[in-house]
């Protein structure tokens, strides 16, 4: 099958023709911005839509002060960050490897990033904030190193690496819940975390999170038509003047790292990276291009979407956010293993 063909089935695999893309993304926005701002009405306080515009129009200070600038805004902006960063790992990493059953969480690497942080949770709780970013990152380079070198020796199929996924993560969980049992006074904080909320997050994630979001989205658009000669298979994409190897590796760090920082600041939030990627590549088709902007989009609505309906279905009772994920994507998943025939 020659490039261009491949390119065409790509394209009317898709829900929407090219044409139309443009106009699905912007409607994706449009109702991005309108989950957005529905979540500042929702929780435990209930307020009016005059109230909300004045203390925004007023800035810091007022009755409401806490409630709108401190909680509810911060809240809303670092479920979009942390949704789209999700997406744009899953994207990357199902990019990469070809496997549709990858993603951050069945990687192992939202397991990896959240051992490493509990583990500096309850063995040094007073450390500075950014400290629990890099325990996240090298947990979850170390993770996804792992079962990298498995797969290098085993050489599994797609199904069988994302069960040897699976496993790695749950032996990581394990060790988890084993410092939780060991520091039984420190697992407030961990467990809330851990159970992937957003509940008490502030405005000092934002900017770091914003900026390197930035940054990794901007060098991932570098190299969305890599990523989809990529999908011809390596040997093809060798002899059409793609370096596979640096290309592999870059992009793979970039999920890495956005995933981590992730987890990071909300928790082990699962199957965003799956679900987004899954549905994205369902409205746009293959062409990374238009996918790795699609999907970030596609994981900020249903992160936000998740918080929203975290905290307002048994308001005054909070559920993790991570919690409505993994009932949505759990099924999911074992929907995608029982359609997979390459066992």
């Known amino acids: 099958m020659t490039i261009q063909t491949k390119a065409s089935s790509s394209r009317s695999n898709s829900l929407f023709a090219r044409k139309s893309a443009s106009r699905a993304v912007v409607l994706i926005i449009l109702m ?8 500042i009405f929702f929780g435990a306080s209930e307020l009016t839509l005059a109230q909300i515009w004045q203390h925004l129009q007023q800035g810091f200070g007022g009755d409401k002060d806490f409630i709108v600038w401190q909680h509810r805004l911060p809240r809303t902006l670092l479920s979009i960050l942390v949704g789209a960063s999700l997406g744009l790992s899953g994207s990357l990493v199902q990019g990469v490897i070809r496997n549709p059953l990858a993603s951050p969480d069945l990687m192992g690497i939202s397991a990896g990033a959240g051992f490493c942080a509990t583990l500096l949770l309850v063995m ?9 970013s890099v325990a996240a990152l090298l947990g979850g380079l170390l993770a996804f190193s792992s079962i990298m070198l498995l797969a290098q020796i085993s050489q599994p199929t797609p199904a069988r690496l994302a069960l040897i996924g699976v496993a790695i993560s749950a032996f990581l969980a394990s060790g988890i819940n084993f410092l939780l049992v060991i520091y039984p006074v420190e697992i407030n904080t961990a467990m809330i975390w851990l159970t992937g909320s957003l509940w008490g997050r502030s405005w000092q994630h934002i900017p770091m999170l914003t900026i390197i979001f930035a940054v990794l989205m901007v060098i991932s658009m570098y190299l969305a038509w890599r990523l989809d000669v990529l999908g011809l298979g390596e040997e093809t994409a060798y002899h059409l003047g793609v370096s596979v190897k640096p290309l592999e590796f870059t992009t793979l760090f970039i999920a890495v790292v956005i995933a981590s920082l992730a987890v990071s600041v909300a928790g082990t939030v ?26 970030a989009l596609i994981g900020a609505i249903i992160l936000v979407t998740a918080d929203v309906l975290a905290r307002s ?23 995608l293993l029982s359609r997979y025939k390459g066992w």
């Open 32 to 39: 991005l911005f309108i989950l957005s701002v529905s979540s």
């Open 124 to 132: 040094l709780p007073a450390a500075p904030t950014w400290w629990l």
């Open 270 to 295: 699962s199957f965003i990276g799956l679900l987004a990627p899954h549905i994205a590549r369902l409205l746009f088709g293959h062409q990374h291009r238009i996918l790795l902007p699609a999907s």
């Open 313 to 335: 279905l048994f308001a005054p009772i909070e559920l993790p956010a991570g919690v409505l994920t993994s009932v949505i994507g759990a099924p999911y998943f074992i929907f």
